[in-house]
């Protein structure tokens, strides 16, 4: 007798429905969610990169080579001037760029971190509630707060900046570009130096204002003018800036990696791509070793140093079994050694750097199994010789010392998801996944947890936390209506 689809497709519907419910039982039991595999959507057809950014021509050249130079005024009509808010008085507080202002996510200001959460908790001091979907993260200079966010109902990126005293909205400026909701949106967090600030959005437009007043300086192109490609989840990557310099890592057909002047965007120095690699999620390391200034940067083929002078290619590194993200950013153990955390049961690299006749190279020293360190997102930060980080699957925190061995784990209630965090005045920072955050001793003897808060109501955040003069600023990702997501400011300092 033939089988109707009435007697196949019920039960098997109702089948289907009681694995969701069980499964949806499990996760609110564990009260951390599970590790959640991210399969990205397709991009839109009309922001597709080019063929030849796909499969990139090979280069001849093992040195540095011109580069076409970018538009060094916008593009098409961006937008309109920059929309000025309130008046503003300089103030203390510095968190330049990703990972701060050593680029190792640890505040070397003087201050001292408040302890006492029961009596005292972190006050929060203001906010803005209005942020589109994402994990773009704050950059602070000067007294001000800058960010890359997506506005849902304009479409249109919007760069945005607020006052680090009371969150008053300085300027803004907008372009228009279309993108897809696929895990939130915006991802990266701006550079920032002087009075110059660069962002880099999701479909990887490069933008450099004046920081006192939003005005554009010079725009970019990555994928139109290098042949990037846009990585799943778009652009993770976080803009570089240093010496009158910012540094950005098309990994396209024209360029692996490249330096434009901050001021007018024009092209100082371009590495070849010969292999193809592509762009990834990760940020470049500034490094030095052996007095020579590097960049280091893990593309989806590969790590690669280049000279920071002219874009030489110095060492390379391609034992790198491709994945579908690399998001961690490479962290110096001292100056001769690297850790590279990945993603996707890849586990970590301990790798030790090598200078004989002039020539560098980068030797494999340690492969660490993902069960004893490995990052889907976050990126460890090394403090006093050793090693803090969340590992997969449910982001438990745990330290290592600098040869890749187990110190201590967290245990069960040290787990914090894909969520961020840093250490300052001896105390790492933590937020978990639905916006509780922690407060715990970065000690090598073992997990001491000092205080806990609920601070945001959120969903996935995971968004880089930055700390500037006592004042730590986190943000959420809510998906219920559009521009509804939070960025707020704490104050974390003890009185």
Not at 337 to 346: G, I, P, S, T
Not at 426 to 452: C, H, S
Request: with cysteine.
């Amino acid at each position: 007798m033939k089988k109707t689809w009435v007697g196949v497709g019920i039960p098997a519907v109702v089948a289907v429905a009681g694995v969701l419910a069980i499964v949806q039982w499990m996760r609110q039991v564990a009260d951390l969610p599970a590790e959640e595999l991210r399969v990205p959507i397709a991009q839109q057809p009309m922001l597709a990169p080019p063929a030849a950014a796909i499969q990139p021509a090979v280069s001849q050249n093992a040195g540095p080579v011109p580069a076409p130079a970018p538009a060094s005024v916008p593009v098409e009509p961006f937008a309109a001037p920059p929309t000025q808010g309130a008046a503003f008085e300089a103030a203390p507080g510095n968190w330049p760029g990703f990972r701060g202002p050593d680029f190792d996510n640890v505040s070397k200001e003087k201050i001292k971190l408040n302890r006492d959460w029961v009596k005292n908790p972190p006050k929060e001091l203001w906010s803005v509630n209005d942020l589109g979907e994402g994990y773009a993260a704050p950059a602070v200079e000067g007294g001000r707060v800058f960010l890359v966010d997506y506005d849902q109902a304009g479409r249109k990126d919007n760069v945005r900046c607020f006052s680090l005293a009371d969150g008053k909205p300085l300027w803004n400026y907008a372009y228009p570009v279309e993108v897809k909701r696929n895990h939130g949106m915006s991802r990266t967090v701006p550079a920032v130096s002087g009075n110059r600030v660069v962002t880099l959005g999701p479909m990887c437009n490069v933008n450099a204002f004046e920081a006192s007043t939003g005005k554009l300086l010079w725009s970019m192109d990555l994928v139109k003018d290098y042949k990037a490609t846009i990585p799943e989840w778009y652009a993770g990557q976080c803009p570089v800036m240093e010496a009158g310099k910012v540094i950005l890592a098309p990994g396209g057909g024209d360029a692996l990696m490249l330096a434009v002047n901050a001021d007018d965007g024009k092209v100082v120095w371009t590495t070849p791509n010969p292999k193809g690699w592509a762009m990834s999620h990760s940020s470049m390391l500034p490094h030095t070793f052996k007095g020579r200034r590097m960049y280091i940067y893990a593309s989806r083929g590969g790590l690669t140093a280049v000279d920071a002078r002219d874009g030489k290619a110095l060492w390379e590194f391609d034992d790198w079994p491709r994945i579908i993200a690399d998001v961690p950013t490479p962290v110096a153990l001292g100056e001769d050694k690297l850790f590279v955390a990945r993603a996707y049961e890849q586990g970590s690299l301990i790798l030790q750097l090598k200078e004989e006749n002039g020539v560098l190279r980068a030797e494999l020293v340690k492969k660490l199994p993902r069960r004893v360190f490995g990052s889907d997102q976050q990126t460890p930060v090394f403090y006093g010789g050793h090693l803090y980080g969340t590992r997969p699957p449910r982001g438990e925190l745990v330290c290592l010392d600098a040869d890749g061995n187990l110190k201590w784990e967290g245990g069960a209630g040290a787990r914090f998801g894909l969520g961020p965090y840093l250490i300052a005045d001896g105390m790492i920072l933590a937020m978990d996944d639905r916006g509780t955050l922690v407060l715990a001793e970065a000690a090598p003897d073992g997990y001491r947890e000092i205080a806990r808060r609920k601070m945001l109501e959120g969903s996935e955040t995971w968004g880089p936390i930055a700390l500037a003069a006592g004042r730590l600023l986190v943000r959420d990702m809510r998906t219920e209506q559009p521009n509804s997501s939070r960025l707020i400011c704490l104050d974390v300092e003890a009185k």
